[in-house]
């Protein structure tokens, strides 16, 4: 995966509701929870190397899509839904809602390049919300009017070195979103996002 370069580039990206001390603690703690089961592996945090955490700006394809679900005897009902696509592996869903974002001056060594454009985005999110439908409404909607945008969304790479039970040291990265405080495993194995 390739960054954009070194110069400022101004992008829409959604703000960082958490600082990099709290990314720290919702990394350590993902490794150092314990399991119900006695034989899960228990692992201790001996290091975070802070200079080495990381900001990147990760792409998503947000698209608000107005449809129309042909009705029998009611006629045509209609409906929006916001749905959204991550640039980088293509993996799109139903969104919870339009994401906050704004105009910002970022270094372009930190955003990320998506690797899909808005064609393909286009249409993986279009089937992404037929199948949503179809599972929910047993319907096939007609797209009346879309709006996509692309949004990019912080992520910090926290590197770890952790100690299991038998001494052994680790090392590895986790991946906090920013934006919501939760892990994203899907970049766990990606190195050449993160360093």
């Avoid at 200079?51 to 129309?68: D, G, K, S, T």
């Avoid at 906090?176 to 190195?191: K, P, T």
Wanted: glycine share 10%; hydrophobic share 40%.
């Amino acid at each position: 995966m390739e960054l954009e370069g070194g110069e400022n580039m101004t992008i829409l990206a959604s703000a960082s509701n958490i600082s990099a001390d709290r990314a720290v603690m919702i990394a350590a703690a993902s490794l150092e929870k314990k399991g119900l089961a006695f034989w899960s592996p228990s692992y201790k945090v001996v290091s975070v190397d802070r200079e080495a955490i990381l900001v990147r700006y990760v792409p998503y394809y947000i698209m608000q899509i107005c449809f129309a679900i042909p009705g029998g005897l009611r006629g045509k009902m209609g409906g929006r839904q916001i749905m959204a696509m991550e640039g980088i592996t293509g993996e799109a869903g139903v969104a919870l809602g339009a994401p906050s974002a704004s105009e910002q001056e970022i270094s372009g060594d930190s955003v990320l390049v998506p690797r899909f454009d808005e064609r393909e985005a286009r249409e993986a999110i279009v089937r992404k919300l037929e199948q949503h439908m179809v599972r929910r409404k047993r319907v096939i909607p007609v797209i009346e009017h879309e709006f996509m945008e692309l949004i990019y969304k912080p992520v910090y790479a926290v590197p770890l070195t952790y100690e299991d039970r038998r001494g052994v040291r680790h090392k590895c990265r986790k991946i906090v979103d920013g934006e919501s405080g939760y892990l994203v495993y899907r970049y766990d194995r990606m190195e050449g996002l993160f360093g």
